[in-house]
């Protein structure tokens, strides 16, 4: 019995050696890989693996490198992966799986696809092949595709190979539109000679300036309907017909409502430039804002900046006139004790200096000379006494702007003698300045300057050539006349002329006049020779007045190289409700209807005699006798 077991056992080892054989007999036969079966396309990348194994029962094979140039970007990635031999249906491979990493130049990883999905047991063949990755992106170029097991150091089989790729570069999607505007606002001065434009600029009053503001979309598309303004601040005044649009003229709206420059494609920029005057500034700084807008973009703004350097500068002149005696303003008059006698102070700032602050004024009576309470007066306003004692305030006087104040006295010294008196201004980072007029009390007549003014209504005519009368509305002539009477030429002659209150320029002006803000006509005549005259006009109309027979005054200063200012004598306009012309048009219209109603009368006297006449003969024999009988009572007869 335990022969045959032997044997038994025996045979059984040799039929599992034998079975055993046989299966490492069969698991030799390998199929062949199929080719690539990826689609492709027109810029697509294909990157050929070869079917090359990358592990086989535990045996890892080296990854698979391929050269490739692979720009950077996005893409779909689609692998194909592959394994087959006969005894695989006895067999289960949970990790048959590879993927591909991209390296760069220096060797480093850029990106890597995911892992293909694990191939079906238990069949002979498997494979897959499809989309692995959407939108994977390579942030830089790669120079090699590497296949990799996705199992390395799996202690099963998993056997796979890697068949091939297909690299398909994706478009990168439009980007969102972007609105965006932005603005640079530059100046430079032109007085000064800027050749270049900054974000500031230093400048003296009268100085031009130009501006400069670049508009760029700054966006990825195209912005329609851009819109640029301006704001210039005080003291800076628009030249009129200067803004330019990348060299060509614009609309002069650029400084109210704006100008419409057009469209801007993305990236591209637009200049406007224009002009301004500094015009009555201190010292201070000024801040131009620049705007723009446009359709989808809200508004931005800039700015630059003149930094003014003008120094203040401060006139006084001062004259007089003999009330008593009905002179004119001049510089000095005659008088005798008791006299009354109106004394005039201007204060004015020169065009080109800057306004000035805190401006107070004083005069100092000489001795014989007796201030009247209450006389003082501001541009014909009547002020509160101070101006003898502690002086009085004006406050803020602006470039070309004139202030003129009065006051009386009564001439209480006896003998001959000249009592002149002075008048003093200050203001802020203004030293004091003075003026003088004179009083010859009981001595021969003092030189009068040869600077005449006269006044006429050229509405109703009617006065002197000093005084005269206007109602509201009328239209005032002033002539102003200078002879120079030195013995040598007179150069850089001005004569200027500030609108007393009540009057308004109506545009006007003999001899290139220029009328200026704050009232002011000025003339600039330039030189006369000895003996040589010019005579200049200009108009304004009467505005409404305080009360009936307010006297409006005015005076002319004539300034010249080498002189003092000259003050011309003063005319006076009285501003009456109801005067002689009108009161004679009354009359004539009431002379014309008395004359209009007694011809209707005669006429009616003549007509009803006729008709007695003519029914009645002989009403005409008793009238007869009627008029007889009283003229001989008459004659006493």
Known sequence: MKKYLFFILIGAIV???????????????????PPCQLQTQAGDILVDFGGQ???????????????ANI??????IYLQSFDGYDIRVDVTQPHEQYF????????GEVARTNPTPDLQDYVETAAWSGLINSNLYLDNNAVQAVAQHAADGSTGANSVRAICMVMRFLEPPAPSPVYSLSIQKTVRNLTAGSSSYTESVSANNNDNISFQIQIQNTGNTTLNNVYVRDDLPDYLSYTSGTAKLDGVSISDSLMSGGVNIGSLTASSSKSVTFEAKVNGASSQTLTNYAYVHAYNVGEVNDTAVVNVE????????????????????????????????????????????????NVLVWASLPSGLDYINGSTKIDNISTADGLISGGISLGTINPNQIKNIT?????????????????????????????????????????????SKQVANLTWSNGSGTDNQA????????????????????????????????????????????YYSGDIIAWNIGSLSPGQSISVTYQAIVESVPSDNYVITNTAILRATGLSDIISNETRTAVVFKYDGIIRAVTGGNDLFRNLALAVLITFWVIFIAYLIIKHPDFLQGAGLMVKTIGMRILGK
Do not use: C, M, W
């Open 15 to 33: 039929s599992v050696l034998f079975v055993s054989a046989i299966k490492i007999a069969a698991a030799q036969v390998i199929y062949d890989p």
């Open 407 to 451: 006051f009386e006295t009564t001439v209480s010294s006896a003998g001959s003698q000249t009592l002149t008196n002075y008048a003093y201004a200050s203001a802020d980072n203004i030293t004091q300045r003075q003026a003088s007029a004179q009083v010859a009390v009981g001595a021969a007549p003092l030189y009068d300057p040869d600077l």
């Open 53 to 67: 194994y990358l592990l086989t029962d535990t045996v890892a094979y080296p990854p698979i490198v391929r050269s």
């Open 100 to 107: 591909v990493a991209f390296n760069n130049s220096l060797g």
């Open 471 to 514: 109602r509201v509305g009328d239209v005032l002539q002033y002539t102003i006349s200078y002879t120079n009477n030195a013995n040598s030429t007179l150069d850089n002659i001005q004569i200027l002329d500030t609108l007393p209150p009540y009057v308004s320029y109506n545009g006007n002006v003999s001899h290139n006049g220029v």
């Open 310 to 357: 003008s120094s203040a500068d401060l006139n006084i002149t001062k004259t007089v006139r003999n009330l008593t005696k009905g002179t004119d303003l001049s510089s000095s008059v005659n008088a005798d004790p008791g006299d009354h006698i109106l004394f005039s102070i201007s204060v004015s700032i020169p065009g080109d200096a800057a306004a000035a602050t």
């Open 71 to 76: 720009p950077a970007g996005h893409y779909d």
